[in-house]
């Protein structure tokens, strides 16, 4: 049974920096592609950026150059590096399989960034 935990989610000032990890077990880690995605409020979830098996990554257009991540097989971890932050960066983010999330759904971790 695959577990996803989200943390590192707080409260930053608009242009601050933010880490957030996801912890994985159930899976065969080092094989999967993996996402990061967000749900601002009152809006549907989004995809944020994606990590393949061999370390290549795609960005979505509004976080680009600002956002970076990672993933450290050994750890069962993937990372979202988030920097230059804006009110708008505001969500829930979620990590799940790359390509539209098969795995049930962690709990997310709360990112809000203030004007």
């Known amino acids: 049974q695959v577990q996803l935990v989200e943390s590192g989610g707080g409260l930053v000032q608009a242009g601050g920096s933010l880490r957030v990890s996801c912890a994985v077990s159930?899976?065969?880690?080092?094989?999967?592609?993996m996402a990061w995605y967000r749900q601002p409020p009152g809006k549907q979830r989004e995809l944020v950026a994606q990590?393949?098996?061999?370390?290549?990554?795609t960005y979505a257009i509004s976080v680009k150059g600002r956002f970076t991540i990672s993933r450290v097989n050994a750890e069962n971890t993937v990372y979202l590096q988030m920097n230059s932050l804006k009110p708008e960066d505001t969500a829930v983010y979620y990590c799940?399989?790359?390509?539209?999330?098969?795995?049930?759904w962690g709990q997310g971790t709360q990112v809000t960034v203030s004007s």
């Open positions: 159930g899976i065969t880690f080092r094989f999967a592609g």
């Open positions: 799940n399989s790359a390509g539209g999330g098969a795995w049930p």
């Open positions: 990590i393949s098996p061999g370390y290549a990554t």
